[in-house]
């Protein structure tokens, strides 16, 4: 089976489109450093455009690259949202090390420890896995200062960004899965007199300059994958890198202003807006990285440590459970 890498990855509405796996960059609220904190909101989606749409603005290095770009701010936080029709694996790479291991990127799925989040099991993520039961923020930091995941774990600062590498499942695999839907399907069918589904819908440059460093610390479990690694098919891939511009950059590359900077965590919290919770209990979190455990946030590195904050309010957690397209080019990594 030829590989659909290149043909399938495409922007809808500033939503990646990796063949089954649509991923999408939520702006949101940067939280304190200090304690741990439940899921912020989503405040909006980050615009996407394809790096080559913009061959005489964007730098030589990106056009290499190919993929797509989106504008952030300076210390601004995001999450990562995941939606697929059909069991694949994602792999996240932030500055080319694995938001999910700690270990180099990798064009190979490992299962120990597991380099990749199993969709659709994941619905997101919100940064790097430090801990049992929680991650450290993303937060967008220059290149250059060592604040970076990247840099901590390398000792260098070349790539940035996030990359992204999605599988599906091979054809026997995917045909079993199709067949246990169907079967599940049939059994709620039938039992539709009596039962309820409630469900919610969570919605110029020489070169890169942007990665993503460690925040504070959020409750969330990254699920290991009950599916055997064999089931995945290399030939069912989509790959592609996601450059971060700066405001100005985005600016002089696009023409477009970028998005203004989001609310303030203390407005949101004074407000009496809602957190989220996530949490399955019949799930297994993956276990702890050694390597990412030691990555210090950007406040130790670069300074400007959090003021006092008002700690969020327990009744305003919510716990959750249960087209125009462009193709994306790719380029050498």
Not at 227 to 243: M, N, Q
């Amino acid at each position: 089976m030829k590989s659909e890498s290149v043909s399938a990855v495409r922007v809808d509405y500033d939503v990646l489109v990796m063949g089954p796996v649509r991923v999408s960059f939520q702006r949101t609220l940067r939280i304190p450093e200090q304690g741990l904190h439940s899921l912020p909101p989503s405040l909006g989606s980050f615009p996407l455009r394809r790096v080559e749409d913009y061959p005489a603005t964007v730098p030589a290095a990106w056009l290499g690259r190919g993929g797509v770009m989106l504008p952030v701010y300076q210390r601004e936080a995001m999450w990562l949202n995941f939606d697929s029709d059909e069991p694949a694996a994602l792999q996240v790479g932030v500055g080319k090390v694995c938001a999910v291991s700690g270990e180099p990127w990798t064009e190979k799925l490992a299962k120990h420890p597991q380099n990749y989040v199993a969709l659709p099991e994941q619905p997101w993520l919100d940064g790097i896995n430090a801990g049992e039961g929680f991650i450290r923020q993303f937060v967008a930091v220059p290149l250059g200062l060592g604040a970076t995941v990247e840099g901590q774990v390398t000792g260098v600062e070349e790539h940035g960004g996030v990359q992204l590498r999605a599988l599906g499942l091979g054809e026997k695999a995917l045909a079993r899965w199709q067949e246990e839907q169907r079967e599940r399907e049939l059994k709620r069918r039938t039992h539709a007199l009596s039962d309820s589904f409630d469900g919610m819908v969570m919605n110029c440059m020489a070169a890169p300059d942007m990665g993503l460093g460690a925040g504070g610390r959020m409750r969330q479990e990254i699920y290991a994958d009950e599916r055997k690694k064999s089931g995945y098919d290399p030939d069912r891939s989509w790959r592609v890198f996601v450059h971060l511009c700066s405001a100005a950059q985005w600016t002089a590359i696009t023409g477009e202003t970028a998005p203004a900077t989001p609310v303030d965590r203390e407005a949101y919290v004074r407000a009496g807006l809602p957190w989220f919770d996530y949490y399955d209990a019949d799930s297994t979190d993956v276990p702890a990285s050694e390597t990412l455990a030691g990555v210090k946030t950007v406040g130790e590195v670069l300074g400007g440590g959090d003021a006092p904050f008002t700690p969020t309010d327990p009744g305003t957690v919510i716990a959750l459970k249960g087209t125009n397209s462009d193709a994306v080019a790719d380029g050498d990594w």
